[in-house]
């Protein structure tokens, strides 16, 4: 099977995944495409061995989608707006900032709105958790460790240059906190199968 070089957000409402000058498959979205980014469901980036990758994307009348892609064809996964979150999506990152064992998706929209979309029940639809507006169009939005090294910020640049940082985490709710707790519980079971494992490999030895 050919291999996927590049996927393409396109202004003509598809999504393009192409090999090499070739177009293998595309998706048809609800609006034109602006950007798009890697999405790991488990911010542990298990799933790197996956056949299936997964994306997120914004268009440029406010509509957030997902969708998985192979080598051999893209199916979507899902696709959230509310009349709330309609202006133009210009950025879209993707990180766990609340440390609760799933990423999170960064979005900054053409009104300067700067949001933040978690996952407490799952990969189903994404939950907004927090906003803040900066006053003027997000170019590009990313995070990284700029005040404290236990804590990731959420850095933005707008159309005029500026560039912005927001250290205000998103609140830990109940269902944050259910999501943290399983994801340490999972791991925990994993690593005693694992120490069942070689303990059963040494006694073999």
């Given at each position: 099977?050919?291999?996927?070089?590049?996927?393409?957000?396109?202004?003509?409402?598809?999504?393009?995944c192409?090999?090499?000058s070739?177009?293998?498959?595309?998706?048809?979205?609800?609006?034109?495409?602006?950007?798009?980014?890697?999405?790991?469901?488990?911010s542990?980036?298990?799933?790197?061995?996956?056949?299936?990758?997964?994306?997120?994307?914004?268009?440029?009348?406010?509509?957030?989608?997902?969708?998985?892609c192979?080598?051999?064809?893209?199916?979507?996964?899902?696709?959230?707006?509310?009349?709330?979150?309609?202006?133009?999506?210009?950025?879209?990152?993707?990180?766990?900032?609340?440390?609760?064992?799933?990423?999170?998706?960064l979005?900054?929209?053409?009104?300067?709105?700067v949001?933040?979309?978690g996952?407490?029940?799952?990969?189903?639809?994404?939950k907004?958790?927090?906003?803040?507006?900066?006053?003027?169009?997000?170019?590009s939005i990313?995070?990284?460790h700029?005040?404290?090294?236990?804590?990731?910020?959420i850095?933005?640049?707008?159309y005029?240059?500026?560039?912005?940082?927001?250290?205000?985490?998103?609140p830990?709710?109940?269902?944050?906190?259910?999501?943290?707790d399983?994801s340490?519980?999972?791991?925990?079971?994993?690593?005693?199968?694992?120490?069942?494992?070689?303990?059963?490999?040494l006694?073999?030895?």
């Open positions: 099977d050919a291999e996927v070089d590049v996927l393409l957000a396109c202004q003509d409402r598809v999504i393009r192409i090999q090499g070739e177009e293998l498959y595309n998706l048809p979205t609800d609006g034109p495409a602006t950007c798009l980014c890697r999405y790991h469901p488990s542990s980036k298990t799933n790197e061995a996956s056949v299936d990758k997964m994306f997120v994307y914004g268009t440029s009348n406010g509509v957030l989608g997902a969708f998985t192979n080598n051999t064809n893209i199916k979507k996964v899902w696709t959230h707006q509310t009349e709330e979150e309609s202006g133009g999506i210009t950025a879209i990152a993707a990180t766990d900032i609340t440390h609760n064992g799933i990423q999170e998706i979005v900054g929209r053409e009104d300067g709105r949001q933040v979309y996952f407490f029940e799952g990969p189903t639809l994404p907004l958790v927090y906003t803040k507006s900066v006053g003027e169009s997000i170019q990313g995070h990284a700029m005040i404290s090294p236990d804590k990731e910020d850095v933005v640049v707008t005029s240059g500026n560039v912005i940082l927001l250290n205000e985490r998103p830990v709710t109940s269902a944050t906190k259910e999501a943290r399983s340490v519980d999972k791991r925990m079971k994993e690593l005693k199968a694992d120490i069942d494992k070689l303990g059963e490999k006694k073999q030895a």
